[in-house]
Structures are given as structure tokens and as C-alpha cells.
């Protein structure tokens, strides 16, 4: 990949990536603004949410190229990435045999994939081979192929996330089994997690190999973009567990995929804040995204607490307009942030925002 078309400012932004996934840029802001989609308003009129079968790949190319390509001339640190969402977390189970599901959601743009669970209990997995000749796998390469030729210097293409440790045995059993699993078949916990962390390098050294990279960097539909080749990891299943939960049976899956590439980041669930500053210690963590869920405080609200279990780690935060530019006016914002904005503005008036934003100093 020569160059990024889709973003004005595209080398500009990359340094300033850069310095932030390196910490390099504790005393500085970043943002990424959301602004109002032609082509997300034209999918949202003429798709419905629900189930709908495995979607054209060159279809789905397509809205992700008119997407990007509105916000060629904004100049926020963001950069220009389509996401194979269709293959977000159901394509690991389908490659052993699982029921792959497809769900529409016009408000984000995405057609996601899940698995129902597959067995009764742990023991009826006979661990199949890994073969790139699944008919499932070869979907996804097909898929990767469709993109990486519609992309080409045009925008890049997001890592999708990782179903490894725990995460996986849930496509198995689902979740209660999976904690009664680690109680009662503890053993063979561990061999399906040995199991899942070679399916997922598979999975991803696939990714890595077929799709086009800038610099020597990853695109990320969080993170934007990070030198080296970068996965994307969940502690999900942990959110309900405690923290000793977490440390016994999370991290050494962890923190071995991340240095089977060249690190990882993280997303943690309002629900799964109590983990922040046990997953801030994992070797290897280029940055981690805050969710916002019901029933919780906004992560923005409570962003100096969270910080102070978190270090110096970089972050990712959602925040409307309003509150991000009164923040920003006051400078109270927490540095070492990546401020996800919804906003309204039109793109002169972002880029007019961006000025400051890129002097904003702690």
C-alpha cells in the first residue's frame, strides 16, 4: 500500500498515532469525530435489523468505500478503515463445525456474526484439524481478497477481534458451562484454549499475510492505526469473574498471543472496569477502549478514576460534542486519550477544532 487516499492529512495523523501507542504522547489529546453519513443514512433507510444470510463481500466493500471516502478532507486523527465485521466473531466457531448467524444492524453500518453454543458439555469436542481448505476459511480469504483490491490505497483494513481462551470455550458450551468447566474440567479447559490460541494464529496470520499494510503499521477500527502487526483481544468472559479469575485463567492466553505478534489491544466493558488495572499490566497492550454500557457511568464522566488505574496506557473514549468541547474549553480534558466525538460539526469546522486540539499540552 503506497498511500492512504481517503484522508488529507493521512502521514500527519500516522505520526501522531505513533507517538501515542508508543507513550510517547502522555501530555496530549487525540480525537476522532463521527459526523453525520450519507452512505451510513442511505444503509439505515434500506436495511432492517435482524438475521439476514452470509452478505455479498464486494457489496459490502463497496458501502465501506463510500463511507470512508466522505471524510477524505477531515482532518482529525483518525484513519480511513473498513471493518470485516461479518466475520467479527463467528467465523472461528463455524470453522469447527459451528451454526454461524449473521445480524444486521443499520445504526452502525455493521453485519455481524455469532455462534449459537455447540455442545452440551466440553467433553463432545473431538478438536478438529485447522485447514485453510474450510469451506468458511476459504469465505474469509475470499472476503479478504474482495476488500484488500477494493481498498487498495484507498483506506485500510481493520484487524477483527480475537475469540481465544475463554472467549472460544463460550462458542463451545456458553458462558455457565464454560465456569462450571473451569471447576469441574479444568484440564480440559486448558487443552481447548491451547486448541483455540493455534486456530486464532491461523486466523489471523491469514489476515496479516493477505491484507495490505501502510508503513509497517495495522489498521484498527478502534485505534486507528499502530505500527507492527497488532491484534485485537477482549477480556469479556472475565467481566463477570473476579480479578484472581481473570490473572489464573486470562493473562497467559493474553499476553502469549500478543507476543506471538507484535502486541494487542484491548476493549473492556463498563461491566469489567474492576479488571482495568490488572489488564493495564499486560505485557505486550498497545491501548484499550472503554465501552459505555446501561447502568454504569459514562467512562468520560469517571475518566481522571479510570486513568488512575490505567497509568500510562492509552485510551479510547466515547463523547458527545457537548461535553468534549466543554472540557476541552475549560482544559480539563485527561491527557493520553483518543476522544471518540460524535458530532454534528460540518468538516471546515473540524478541522478548525483540530487546531486546537493538536497544541492541547496537559
Known amino acids: 500500500m503506497d498511500r492512504i487516499n481517503y484522508k488529507k492529512n493521512a502521514d500527519a495523523v ?4 505513533r507517538l501515542l501507542y508508543a507513550r510517547k504522547a502522555g501530555d496530549q489529546i487525540f480525537a476522532d469525530y463521527l459526523l453525520p453519513s450519507p452512505a451510513l443514512s442511505d444503509f439505515i433507510a434500506n436495511n432492517r435489523k435482524g ?4 452478505p455479498d463481500p464486494a457489496v459490502r466493500a463497496d458501502f465501506w468505500d463510500r463511507w470512508l471516502k466522505e471524510k477524505t478532507e477531515v482532518e482529525d486523527d483518525s484513519i480511513p478503515t473498513a471493518y470485516m465485521s461479518e466475520f467479527d466473531q463467528g467465523l472461528y466457531g463455524a470453522l ?8 444486521n444492524d443499520p445504526a452502525s453500518g455493521w453485519i455481524s456474526s455469532m455462534i449459537k453454543p455447540m455442545y452440551e458439555d466440553l467433553t463432545a469436542f473431538d ?7 474450510h469451506p468458511w476459511f476459504q469465505k474469509y480469504l475470499h472476503q479478504i481478497e474482495v476488500f484488500s483490491e477494493r481498498s487498495r490505497n484507498n483506506f485500510g483494513i481493520s484487524h477483527f477481534i480475537l475469540i481465544d481462551s475463554l472467549n472460544f470455550v463460550f462458542e463451545l458450551v456458553g458462558a455457565t458451562k464454560t465456569y462450571l468447566s473451569l471447576f469441574e474440567q479444568p484440564d480440559l479447559v486448558q487443552e481447548v484454549i491451547d486448541y483455540a490460541y493455534n486456530l486464532n494464529v491461523a486466523v489471523q496470520e491469514a489476515f496479516f499475510e493477505h491484507t495490505p499494510s501502510y508503513r509497517g503499521g495495522t489498521f484498527g477500527n478502534h485505534a486507528q492505526w499502530i505500527p507492527g502487526r497488532i491484534v485485537s483481544e477482549s477480556a469479556d468472559p472475565f467481566h463477570m469473574t473476579s480479578v484472581d479469575d481473570y490473572e489464573k485463567w486470562g493473562v497467559e492466553s493474553i ?3 500478543f ?3 507484535d502486541g494487542g489491544v484491548m476493549h473492556i466493558h463498563s461491566n469489567g ?3 482495568l488495572k490488572a489488564v493495564s499490566k499486560l505485557k505486550g497492550l498497545k491501548s484499550i477502549y472503554l465501552l459505555d454500557e446501561k447502568d454504569n457511568p459514562l467512562a468520560f464522566d469517571v475518566l481522571g478514576q479510570l486513568k488512575q488505574q490505567t497509568g500510562d496506557v492509552p485510551l479510547i473514549v466515547n463523547v458527545d460534542e457537548n461535553k468534549f468541547e466543554k472540557s476541552l474549553k475549560e482544559h480539563a480534558l485527561p491527557t493520553g486519550v483518543m476522544y471518540v466525538v460524535k458530532s454534528e460539526k460540518t468538516i471546515s469546522e473540524v478541522n478548525k477544532a483540530m487546531e486546537k486540539i493538536r497544541e492541547y499540552r496537559s
Open 14 to 17: 500516522l505520526e501522531r498515532l
Open 51 to 54: 438475521y439476514v444470510p452470509y
Open 96 to 103: 469447527v463445525g459451528g451454526d454461524i448467524q449473521f445480524l
Open 127 to 133: 478438536f478438529p484439524p485447522i485447514s485453510q481448505e
Open 255 to 257: 499476553e502469549k498471543i
Open 259 to 261: 507476543d506471538r505478534f
Open 273 to 275: 472496569r474492576h479488571l
